[in-house]
């Protein structure tokens, strides 16, 4: 009789250990998924901070003394938004397709291929899932392992926006949203020239008209109201 007690007793001390040890362990993994990395708290660009970023733009005109400057030129896989075979595909959540609606997703492909990505805008659309329409640059951060999201929606003029870009630019490529009498539309920033009197981005344009120069679109009445790149 006492063996008996002695084995059972045994039994239910097993089996709330193992109990307890899976509640521990369950708890744990629920607690990793909930912790956010630094990495995945975005930067909201104060006007602040645009402002010190036209300054640096500024300040890198006055370096032009040899009659020109330029930034790196980086050389991203170039990819335009209405061609086969995405084109067609459709972007959720909005239910337009890349070629009507996915220059942000596009200009996003840009970028994403400086930093290590083969994608292109169906597969980058494939992986965003319910984030490519509004594209949401957060979930592009996590989803290919990008440095730390900056996001700017400043309205600037000509000028300054040129000199803000112009200070990003100088370490990274950025993606320049802008709005007109139609819309918005999104291009990548990819290097900057400068003279004493002169400043110019060069952009890799998702639209199939292909501009490549962001000169291209103030001359057609567009106004910069986005800014956004990844660093630490």
Not at 138 to 167: C, M, R, V
Not at 171 to 196: E, F, I, K, Q
Request: proline fraction near 2%; hydrophobic fraction near 35%.
């Amino acid at each position: 009789m006492k063996r008996i007690v002695i084995l059972t007793l045994c039994v239910a001390l097993l089996f709330s250990t193992v109990v307890l040890a899976d509640i521990n362990f369950n708890t744990h993994v629920n607690e990793m998924c909930t912790i956010q990395s630094e990495t995945d708290i975005p930067v909201n660009l104060t006007k602040a901070d645009i402002n010190k970023l036209i300054e640096i733009g500024k300040q890198l005109q006055k370096e032009a003394i040899a009659g020109s400057k330029s930034s790196t030129y980086y050389y991203p896989d170039k990819y335009f938004q209405n061609v086969e075979p995405w084109k067609d595909y459709e972007m959720e959540t909005c239910g337009e397709t890349i070629g009507e609606k996915g220059c942000a997703l596009t200009s996003f492909t840009m970028l994403a291929s400086l930093h290590n990505s083969t994608d292109d805008p169906g597969d980058v659309n494939v992986t965003m899932g319910d984030d490519a329409c509004d594209f949401d640059w957060i979930a592009g951060e996590i989803n290919y392992n990008l440095e730390q999201y900056h996001y700017g929606n400043s309205t600037l003029d000509e000028e300054d926006a040129e000199y803000a870009i112009a200070g990003i630019l100088e370490d990274d490529v950025c993606v320049v949203g802008m709005t007109y009498s139609g819309g918005t539309h999104y291009v990548l920033a990819r290097a900057y020239y400068m003279t004493l009197n002169e400043v110019g981005i060069y952009i890799y344009d998702p639209a199939s008209r292909d501009y490549s120069k962001l000169q291209d679109y103030f001359d057609d009445g567009y106004v910069v109201n986005r800014l956004i790149y990844y660093l630490d």
